[in-house]
C-alpha cells in the first residue's frame, strides 16, 4: 500500500480499474480495505473491493480490487499523514515479504513511502531498500541491496545510494563497485535474460577526472574494479565521462549505466523516462520493483496521480517472476 496518505492508494485503485484493458497480472493489495474503500469513493471510482485472504485474492481479481488486511489500522486523510501511517506503511511491507518468502506471491511491488513520516515514528533505515535487505536477512547474514533503476530507454545503477555527497564520496570504494557490479550482471542474467550484460561505469569526476587532473579517483577508485570484474568475465567498460554516456548513440552500447552516486544516475533516467521508470532491487532473494516516484501528498485523492509507473512495475515484477 505504501504511505496510506499518499497516492499508492489512488494509483493502485486506477491500475486495478485498468486491469482488462493492459492485461495486468492479478495482484492483491496489502493494507487496510476500509481506507482503500474511502479513497475508492474520494476517487469517484465505482469498484468492488474483496477483503480477502491472499490465496483467494487472485480469483476474486477479476471482479474485485482484492486487499488483504495487515492487522493494521490507516486513518490518515488524502495528503495528511497521521500516527497510523508509518505503521500500517511498515506492516504491508513487512506482510508483503513474508508472503513473497513463503511462496504464496510471486513478488513484491511497493507504493511509495513518506520517509519522514516514517523516521519520526522511529524508523532507522535509509530508505525502502535497506529496510527490505534486512526483512530479507539469513542466518544473520544482511544481502546487499542494489537499486536499479530500469526502463526500455535507460537501466541505472547508483553505487552509493541514500547518502549525503560528502558520505557517499567517503563510502565509495573499489571493493563496493565490485560487489555492485557483481550483483547487477548476475541480476540482467536471471530475471532479464541478457547472457552477457555490458556493463558501462562512470567516472566520479568530470570529464572521469581528465587524467588526473580533475581527481584521481578514476585511476585509484573505478580503474582498478574495472580490471578485476574483467578478469572475472564481467563485460565493464569505463570509467565513461557522466555527461557523455546517456545520449542516443551512448546508450545502445551498454546494457546498464553504473554510476558512482544518486543523483549521477538518477538524473539522466527520471528525465528520459520518467513516466515508465520502475526501480527494481536486485540482490535480495524475492523480486520487489516500485513505482519510481514520490507520495505526491499535494494530488492524493484527487484523481490526477498517474498510475503510469505503478504499471510498468506490476508488468516488470511480472516479467521477472516468469523468466526462464
Known sequence: MGEPAGIGPDIAIAAWVRRCELGLPPFYLLGDAGLIARRARALGADIEIADVGCDEAAAAFAEALPVVATGTTATAEPGRPDDSSAPAALSSIRRAVADVVAGRAAAVVTNPIAKSVL???????????????????AGGRVPQPVMMLWSPTLAVVPVTIHLSLREALAQLST?????????????????????????AISGLNPHAGEDGSLGDEERTIVTPAIELLRREGIEASGPRPADTMFHDAARKTYDCAVCMYHDQALIPIKTLAFDDAVNVTLGLPFIRTSPDHGTAFDIAGTGRANPASLIAALRLASRMATQP
Open 119 to 137: 523516521y519520526r515514528a522511529g524508523f532507522r533505515h535509509p530508505g525502502h531498500t535497506e529496510f527490505l535487505a534486512e526483512l530479507a536477512a
Open 175 to 199: 571493493e563496493l563497485i565490485v560487489s555492485t557490479v557483481r550483483i547487477v550482471a548476475a541480476g540482467l542474467k536471471s530475471h532479464f535474460g541478457i547472457g552477457r550484460p555490458r556493463i
